[in-house]
């Protein structure tokens, strides 16, 4: 099986409750959203070549390439894969198979937005990362049916006993009311669900602004923790 990727590394995890831990990160082509602060909008669409550190592949890549990329990039303190995008879910059947074909603990980067295609790989991911998008993210034309998506994605991989934990990305304009509807959601699935309020890069989010959304959520749920993306802030990818 194929799959169209932009780029495999190795680097820092920046965002969420793991920042800091070493990764080997596959990154696919492709996503289904348009978020305004996007920062990886080049994977957004298909490219001809995938860069594994100084060398370049023509896409698409099957799964055996991949693995044995994974395998030479792997160092003594990397710790898991890292299935990013763009939007991983679109290649599901990609993910079973290359999953399937290795040992090493698996992390998946999703928007959260695809349950029918996370039924297919929850049984087989470690450790996932759900995005929640608000209105001014401007991610969708739809955004009541894209957040009802995003509860049902953060259910499936709950229910499945995979370590799930949600990011919200805080724009200026985020208040306690674009929130309110994603907090309460997490609540209804279980309130002890991490949840990340992480200011975009580069920051322009006023830290009493953050501390008043962290008490606003911290009344619904019960972890809820401010955490940039510290790869951008030391200039990793």
């Known amino acids: 099986m194929n799959a169209n990727i932009y780029k495999i590394f190795n680097s820092v995890q920046g965002e969420g409750i793991y920042a800091g831990t070493r990764q080997v990160f ?3 082509c492709g996503c289904q959203l348009r978020c305004e602060y996007c920062d ?10 995938c860069r594994i550190a100084d ?16 395998d030479d990039l792997w160092t003594p303190s990397t710790r898991h894969i890292s299935l990013t995008g763009g939007e991983p879910l679109l290649h599901r059947d990609f993910i079973r198979e290359l999953v399937r074909s290795t040992s090493k603990p698996t992390y998946l980067e999703t928007n959260a ?24 993210h401007r991610s ?19 229910s499945r006993d995979v370590e799930t934990f949600v990011k919200i990305v805080v724009l200026q304009e985020t208040t306690e ?39 606003f959520a911290g009344e619904y749920l ?12 030391i200039g990793m990818p």
């Open 55 to 70: 060398r370049r592949i023509e896409n698409p890549l099957d799964t055996d390439v991949v693995i044995s990329a994974i």
């Open 222 to 233: 019960s972890e809820v923790r401010m955490i940039p993306q510290i790869h951008r802030m």
């Open 40 to 49: 990886t909008r080049e994977a957004r669409h298909t490219a001809d070549e």
């Open 113 to 136: 937005g695809l349950p029918k295609y996370a039924r297919i790989v929850a049984d087989l991911i470690d450790i996932v990362s759900c995005d929640i998008k608000l209105p001014e």
């Open 26 to 28: 596959v990154r696919f």
């Open 177 to 215: 009311e674009s929130i309110k509807s994603a907090v309460c959601g997490i609540k209804s699935i279980d309130n002890s669900i991490p949840l990340i309020l992480q200011p975009v890069t580069p920051i322009k989010v006023d830290l009493q602004q953050l501390l008043d959304l962290m008490d």
């Open 140 to 158: 969708t034309g739809d955004y009541d049916r894209l957040l009802h998506a995003e509860l049902e994605t953060i259910e499936i991989f709950h």
